[in-house]
């Protein structure tokens, strides 16, 4: 089967961990990028995680709504939905973060509403916090958990 990974940057080894088993189960797996390359004004030449770039330079209301680095995280979301469709289905890593287990941030849940409207099997790896106040949306996509167990994906 052809997976698409999907969850917070911070689970990315987790992410790593779970692609190399999926692999070895035969399937065919695709990640999120870690970073992408910022440009000079950012300092350039390196690649950076969106979330720890921002709060390392003033916050997220450092940045205002026409500032370019969201271009670049728009351009991230576009290549990871590109990978949402080419696969036949998602596996969410949702690991405790913050204090909530099993926790899905906004994005992730916006990836969850893609594969959902495509008809793909979505995955998710943990059970999901009640502490989520989408969990009924969650819910309602109706996904399959895996309860940490990878091999349940045919």
């Known amino acids: 089967m052809k997976i698409t990974i999907c969850g917070s940057i911070a689970f990315y080894k987790e ?14 797996v695709k990640i999120p990028e870690l970073a992408l390359e910022v ?9 950076v995680y969106f979330g720890q770039f921002i709060e ?17 995280k728009e351009g991230a979301i576009r290549d990871h939905y590109d990978k949402i ?16 287990k099993g926790y899905i941030g906004g994005n992730t849940l916006m990836e969850i509403g893609v594969a959902f409207y495509q008809h ?7 059970p ?9 949306e ?3 996509m109706k996904p399959v958990f895996l309860n940490g167990d990878l091999s349940l994906i045919k």
């Open 85 to 100: 469709d080419w696969g036949e289905a998602i596996l969410v890593i949702n690991q405790d973060k913050r204090g909530i």
């Open 39 to 47: 440009p000079q004004e950012f300092g350039g030449g390196r690649k």
């Open 128 to 136: 999901v916090s009640s502490e989520l106040s989408y969990k009924q």
């Open 15 to 28: 992410m790593e961990s779970a692609r190399d088993e999926l692999v070895k189960l035969g399937h065919e």
């Open 56 to 72: 390392q330079n003033g916050g997220i209301d450092a940045f205002g709504a026409g500032h370019q680095i969201w271009d670049l």
């Open 120 to 126: 793909k099997q979505i995955f998710i790896l943990n």
């Open 138 to 140: 969650i819910l309602g």
